[in-house]
């Protein structure tokens, strides 16, 4: 599991514009995709900061709204939110739909690694 010095110990936000920058500048990201009014994404909210700073340095957590994103919604087929889009080396590697424990969240985005 490769670590890099400068991983943020937050999630950082992502938008249309930059989220192709965050999938190549980091080599482990996972990114929420959410919007406002998804009570499941806000339950997840403080899961996502948790394991950010209990992991930073080894997996970079991002956040886009959807509701302002819809490019990048539509590139990578988002149906359902919460969704957590995994990408390694700067491929998509795999989705994590759905609220979950940090426990189950973790054992998921580890299966990708």
């Not at 490019?71 to 990408?87: A, E, N």
Request: charged residues 25%; aromatic residues 8%; glycine residues 8%.
């Amino acid at each position: 599991m490769g670590t890099f010095a400068d991983g943020p110990d937050s999630p950082v936000v992502v938008t249309d514009g930059t989220i192709d920058e965050a999938i190549k500048k980091y080599p482990f990201l996972v990114v929420d995709c959410w919007a406002n009014w998804c009570g499941p994404c806000k339950m997840m909210s403080p899961v996502l900061d948790k394991l950010a700073k209990d992991h930073k340095g080894a997996i970079v957590f991002a956040k886009l709204d959807v509701d302002s994103n819809p490019q990048t919604s539509t590139k990578f087929g988002i149906r359902s939110i919460p969704d957590l889009l995994v990408f390694k080396d700067g491929v998509k590697v795999g989705d994590i739909v759905g609220a979950m424990p940090e426990k189950v969240l973790l054992d998921k985005i580890n299966s990708y690694r």
